[in-house]
């Protein structure tokens, strides 16, 4: 053991004190968390340009409810409640009443587009007031919107509500309802998220649960997996390729004079661990720090942390004993770094996962996949992170599931890194890292 802690120390302090892990303590959590920073770049400056709208109607008595409903709409919208600061863009209208051909018209109009005349135009086909008794779902819309967005465009999505709700007015008046109810008939209603509630376990009193927060039931857990991730990758991912240039270079078969192949694997493993407890105490910290002073302490799931160390060190540790291998079985750091899909398959797909997985935590396949030890780490910490939580079993069950593959990976590894750190030339075939962990 005095080996193996030795081995650990000296990594460790080399690693810690290099520019390289300082400046990278510092470069990953805003390259991970860039897209949060632009979003709320994005939503501190939008784009408040006014945007012209044409709306061609072919009912001839639809575009004046539309027209009335979106002013109204972005009147509401139009600016931050308590600031007064405009958060949106005005929209402004315009009716060409339809003439000639509708594709020379639609031509016309994707021209001016194109020339930043309009923002987009609508299309209002003669159906729209009176669709089709059989509405399919694969029955073609009334109501066409044309414009240079991208993907879901932000116009079309906002857009949307107000066209919907100037055409339901239209059939509302047309079939006698009083227009001074439209309104109060029309009124959105709102599903407010609650909590579920539960019983004192000491007195037996029904406790309501209040309000459920749903930002904080998407934004914790999602918070969690993400710096869960973030450690995770940059801990592990220098390992590979350096175990693959300590081989090139014979670092190792001087080092195997005085430390046994175990050792050397199992040292660097943990100042690997060394280094991910390093930076999740700088992340947690400032994590922490920024809650409070922003006076959202409260949503941090203190109690969680426990888990989200047992959690990483087990990641890490596997994903080590993987890298080590791997690096050994290389024949150059090019050859390693072919191997990295391979190496963070772990934490790549429950990454992938995530959105289903926080939109349905119980669900069977968050379960399942939870289980999986590979992917237990994130996975269950964002199950756990979730408003609804878990049973204890599962995370508990899932944690030695971990420590089993854990230990499994290891052994393999260090029975492969025991052969092929010794081995020059062409990379071992699958068959040969097989034998190697088979017979060591």
Request: net charge positive; glycine share 8%.
């Amino acid at each position: 053991m005095r080996k193996i802690f030795l081995i650990a120390k000296r990594d460790y302090l080399a690693s810690i004190q290099t520019k390289a892990f300082l400046f990278g303590l510092i470069v990953a959590p805003l390259l991970f968390g860039s897209g949060f920073i632009g979003v709320a770049i994005m939503k501190g400056k939008p784009d408040i340009k006014e945007r012209h709208i044409a709306i061609i109607d072919r009912t001839g008595v639809a575009a004046a409810s539309i027209v009335e409903s979106a002013q109204r709409t972005n009147r509401e919208d139009l600016y931050e409640k308590g600031t007064r600061k405009q958060i949106m863009p005005v929209y402004s209208f315009e009716v060409p009443t339809p003439a000639g051909s509708p594709e020379a018209q639609r031509l016309a109009l994707s021209e001016r587009v194109r020339a930043h005349e309009l923002f987009a135009f609508i299309e209002i086909g003669p159906n729209a007031l009176h669709p089709a008794e059989s509405d399919a779902k694969d029955r073609e819309s009334d109501v066409f919107w044309y414009s240079n967005e991208g993907g879901v465009g932000e116009g079309r999505r906002w857009l949307s509500g107000p066209v919907s709700d100037g055409i339901r007015r239209v059939r509302l008046a047309q079939l006698g309802v009083d227009p001074s109810h439209l309104n109060e008939t029309l009124k959105a209603v709102e599903l407010q998220s609650m909590k579920l509630l539960s019983k004192d376990p000491k007195s037996g009193a029904i406790v309501t649960g209040g309000k459920k927060d749903d930002l904080a039931g998407f934004f914790v857990p999602f918070s969690l997996a993400l710096l869960l991730f973030m450690i995770v990758m940059t801990t592990s991912g220098p390992m590979l390729p350096a175990i693959a240039e300590d081989k090139m270079q014979r670092v190792f078969e001087m080092l195997l004079a005085s430390a046994t192949a175990f050792e050397l694997i199992a040292g660097k493993v943990l100042a690997a661990v060394g280094r991910s407890l390093t930076s999740s105490v700088v992340y947690i910290g400032i994590a922490l720090l920024s809650l409070n002073a922003m006076a959202l302490l409260g949503y941090a799931p203190v109690e969680l942390l426990p888990w989200f160390v047992a959690y990483m060190v087990a990641e890490v540790t596997m994903l080590c004993a993987m890298a080590a291998a791997l690096g050994a079985a290389c024949g150059s750091p090019q050859d390693a770094q072919s191997l990295a899909v391979v190496l963070f398959a772990p934490v790549l797909i429950p990454i992938m996962m995530l959105t289903p997985i926080v939109q349905q935590p119980n669900g069977t396949l968050a379960l399942v996949m939870s289980l999986v030890p590979p992917f237990t780490p994130i996975l269950m910490m964002t199950r756990q992170a979730s408003p609804g939580g878990v049973p204890l079993w599962q995370p508990v069950v899932g944690l030695v599931g971990v420590a089993l593959a854990t230990a499994g990976i290891s052994w393999v590894a260090a029975r492969i890194f025991r052969v092929g750190i010794l081995m020059q030339g062409k990379p071992p075939s699958v068959a040969e890292l097989v034998r190697w962990a088979v017979r060591g």
